[in-house]
């Protein structure tokens, strides 16, 4: 049984930088592809950044390209997030999702994952 715990959450304001964790127990994270997702209040979760096991290649959302950049520490057991030049809209639960091998959908699609951690809150105020 996979567990995702996210950390790093928080306020901040428009144009300042967050770096959030997703630490991984048991299973496989280490030969597992990860994404990042959010979802603001009244609106779908949306596909963020998604990285492959050995992050080697890494995915983004056009709205957060070039301003956040996943990566990961297989070491670890742990995917990052840094986003910097926040902005309001950015404002969000941020879930870390393990991606199941082979299933359609990659990178992007939330039917493409199956464990996922409780989520960090990001507000970003203008």
């Known amino acids: 049984q996979v567990q995702l715990v996210e950390s790093g959450g928080g306020l901040v304001q428009a144009g300042d930088s967050l770096r959030l964790s997703c630490a991984a127990s048991g299973g496989t994270f280490s030969t597992s592809n990860m994404g990042w997702f959010r979802q603001a209040p009244g609106k779908v979760r949306e596909f963020v950044a998604a990285i492959t096991w050995t992050g080697v290649n890494t995915y983004y959302a056009d709205s957060v390209k070039g301003r956040f950049t996943i990566s990961r520490d297989n070491a670890k057991n742990t995917v990052y997030l840094q986003m910097n030049g926040l902005k309001p809209e950015d404002t969000a639960i941020y879930y870390c999702?393990?991606?199941?091998?082979?299933?359609?959908?990659?990178?992007?699609?939330?039917?493409?994952?199956?464990?996922w951690g409780q989520g960090t809150q990001v507000t970003v105020s203008s």
């Open positions: 999702a393990k991606y199941i091998p082979g299933t359609a959908g990659w990178p992007n699609s939330v039917r493409a994952y199956d464990y």
